[in-house]
């Protein structure tokens, strides 16, 4: 998947997670807990929908790269 | 023959909009089916059924306004099922509690922790209906509410949300889709199940009468939670994100354990007495986005296991959130558990929900200087909060019960 591949995905999980939210005006470098008010449960509910779309193991301990979505884009196209 | 009345789902409902029945005379009913959506100033529940038996009669219309306690549906023994008694629907909460061997919804099945864990394996013992039943497609509140407008049938939509559930936004698209990318685009903030205004007016009833009424007490303990983080830390590892386990499913078993202990902070203060809840079900308060919070129940968390515990909650959160809460999870939580999360404050101080006895509330966890064996060390720690109804406890039994709570969070094998 391509850097903006993954960003597509990533807002289009966010979106069904943060319905009332519009991911598309985050900045890259925003945090997204932050900016749309993700709590611990939503956090989880957003890797296991990369895990489960991307297949790629993500480890609890990587979760902190995970927080923008700059990060997310790096992380998932390594 | 008996009745199935409009359920209480808080102390302060006096009548509830049928949305929706699922239902029609014939139908097939099994304990845990839902029949109907319901629409309160809380936003739109699930109404389940306590008994089996065949639907003989619906009395109330789809739209009409039913006040709680009035009769929603007529139900017969069916042919197989063994005759039971009067029907015990939660006209009011006492009765939901008073009936709860009825009213609870049995634990995850161990195979609903295998293959992908996913929540909706919990959903699922809602059972089928017969044919034309819709009740397994999910659809929010929100979804429903922008499909009819748009006259489009959100059932037939194929679901992006959380467990496939079909939301504002699927709606949205199969609009688009239908006329075409000239269609005015829906607005960006869609509305959720709750009405903010009439939710701020639940919120304010509930937590004025407690404050009126409830003279509370107010005790804390820190918590050093560096056991309990280890040994989720390396639960966790070994895990697919949808196996893994958050701290709040430690808070949330812990607390139901020293409840069993303190059993007097787990029940009702009604008609100038203390009644003991039926069970530890324990109503576990989810903010929504949109402003407000509700709190609906885990039932029986002292017999959930941890794995358990974290599906049923899930569950429980993205249905609050998304709509589609039951009306047996509004009636009878006998307890509140509040965790602010990582990026809450330090430690809340709740009001009590009435007519609860006992709240407790969990602060972010944070790493801060602790002694122990004479030495300082960094270690994560968080503050747990009792408020508790000094007409129904003492002091000296809050202070038991933050006791266990703190001596369990430091077994977490034991939970």
Known sequence: MTKAEIRQLALDILSSIAPETDPSALAGHEDIREALDIDSMDFLNFVIALHQRTEIEIPEADYPKLFTLNGVAAYLSQ | ?415
């Open chain 2, 1 to 415: 023959m008996s009745d199935f009345l409009m359920p209480s789902l808080g102390a302060d409902m006096e009548r509830g909009k049928l949305v929706e029945w699922l239902v029609k005379p014939g139908s097939k009913v099994r304990k845990g089916d839902v029949i109907a959506i319901v629409e309160t100033h809380k936003g739109a529940f699930e109404v389940d059924i306590f008994q089996e038996g065949v639907i003989a009669d619906l009395c109330a219309v789809e739209g009409q306004e039913v006040p709680v306690g009035a009769v929603l549906a007529r139900l017969a023994p069916s042919d197989k099922a063994p005759a039971l008694g009067t029907l015990r629907a939660p006209a009011n909460p006492v009765a939901a509690e008073k009936a709860p061997e009825v009213a609870l919804a049995a634990p995850p099945s161990p195979e609903a922790l295998s293959a992908s864990g996913k929540p909706a394996k919990v959903a699922q013992k809602v059972s089928p209906m017969g044919p034309g039943s819709r009740a397994h497609a999910k659809v929010t509140p929100a979804a429903r509410r922008r499909a009819a407008e748009l006259g489009i049938d959100p059932y037939t939509l194929k679901g992006t949300g959380i467990d496939d559930s079909v939301t504002f936004a699927d709606v949205e698209r199969a609009s688009a889709s239908h006329v075409g990318p000239e269609a005015p685009a829906g607005p960006t903030r869609p509305g959720r199940g709750f009405d903010p205004l009439q939710m701020r007016q639940a919120i304010a009833a509930a937590m004025s009468r407690s404050k009126r009424e409830i003279p509370h007490y107010y005790l804390t303990t820190t918590i050093d939670m560096g056991p309990s983080l280890s040994w989720l830390e390396t639960f966790n590892t070994e895990r697919l994100p949808d196996q893994r386990l958050l701290p709040a499913t430690l808070f949330l078993k812990a607390t139901a354990l020293a409840l069993r202990e303190v059993p007097q902070l787990n029940g009702f203060w009604e008609n100038g007495r203390f009644r003991p809840g039926s069970g530890i079900h324990i109503g576990w308060a989810v903010s929504l986005r949109g402003g407000g919070l509700i709190a609906p129940a885990v039932h029986d968390v002292d017999t959930m296991t941890l794995p358990e515990l974290m599906i049923a909650l899930r569950d429980l959160v993205a249905r609050a959130r998304g709509g589609g809460l039951r009306s047996s999870e509004m009636t009878n939580p006998s307890f509140t558990v509040t965790s602010l999360g990582e990026r809450g404050a330090d430690c809340v101080i709740g009001v009590i929900y009435p007519p609860q006895v006992a709240t407790l509330g969990f602060g972010r966890i944070s790493v801060r200087p602790w002694v122990t064996g004479g030495k300082v060390t960094a270690r994560p720690i968080v503050v747990s909060s009792l408020s508790a109804d000094h007409r129904a406890s003492d002091g000296h039994a809050g202070g038991l019960f933050l006791a266990a709570v703190d001596r369990l969070l430091q077994e977490p094998l034991k939970l």
